[in-house]
């Protein structure tokens, strides 16, 4: 699958526009912005954890929609399209008690109406701790951002 990125911001403008969002909040970082991928980390701490101290499950699904959805964006002409969450899933598979946790969205299906990517999340060992799959809808119309990304 050979799909490429429409637009190709710097992870600094990325992180600039998630300024007052979720993703500020809970600490996310971006990384890299790939041909066709995006990456990113998210501390393990106060704000992502459950009780028991472990990562928890909904910290690594908003961290796994926040870059699938920047990077279904991205795929994107701006003047004409937008997208949405459709639908997400996750299977936790490794827990997470300290450090940053990694991640990368990757196309899996790009079309009219709708994308799929995969997002897999790893320790700072590399171990794979949650695989995600995230589907978007495709707005045929300009998306409205109130000064996030353009």
Same mark, same amino acid.
């Given at each position: 699958?050979?799909?490429?990125?429409? !637009?190709?911001?710097? #992870? !600094?403008?990325? !992180?600039?526009?998630?300024?007052?969002?979720?993703?500020?909040?809970?600490?996310?970082?971006?990384?890299?912005?790939?041909? %066709?991928?995006?990456?990113?980390?998210? @501390?393990?701490?106060?704000?992502?954890?459950? #009780?028991? /101290?472990?990562?928890?499950?909904? &910290?690594?699904?908003?961290?796994?929609?926040?870059l /699938?959805?920047? &990077?279904?964006?991205?795929?994107? %002409? @701006?003047k004409?399209?937008?997208?949405?969450? $459709?639908?997400? %899933?996750?299977?936790? $598979?490794?827990?997470?008690?300290?450090? +940053?946790?990694?991640?990368?969205?990757?196309?899996?299906?790009?079309?009219? %109406?709708?994308?799929? +990517?995969?997002?897999?999340?790893?320790?700072? &060992?590399?171990?794979?701790?949650?695989?995600?799959?995230?589907?978007? &809808?495709?707005?045929? !119309? #300009?998306?409205?951002?109130? /000064?996030?990304? #353009?």
């Amino acid at each position: 699958m050979n799909f490429k990125f429409f !637009q190709t911001p710097t #992870p !600094q403008l990325i !992180q600039e526009y998630a300024k007052n969002t979720l993703a500020e909040h809970i600490g996310i970082e971006f990384l890299e912005v790939g041909d %066709n991928y995006l990456t990113g980390r998210m @501390p393990v701490d106060n704000r992502t954890c459950q #009780p028991m /101290g472990l990562l928890h499950g909904g &910290a690594n699904l908003v961290f796994a929609e926040t870059l /699938g959805s920047i &990077a279904g964006y991205l795929m994107l %002409n @701006p003047k004409e399209k937008s997208c949405v969450g $459709l639908e997400i %899933n996750a299977n936790h $598979l490794k827990p997470v008690k300290e450090g +940053w946790v990694y991640g990368k969205a990757i196309p899996f299906h790009i079309g009219q %109406n709708t994308h799929v +990517w995969e997002i897999k999340v790893t320790n700072e &060992a590399g171990e794979l701790t949650c695989i995600s799959r995230l589907t978007l &809808a495709i707005l045929h !119309q #300009p998306a409205i951002l109130k /000064g996030r990304i #353009p």
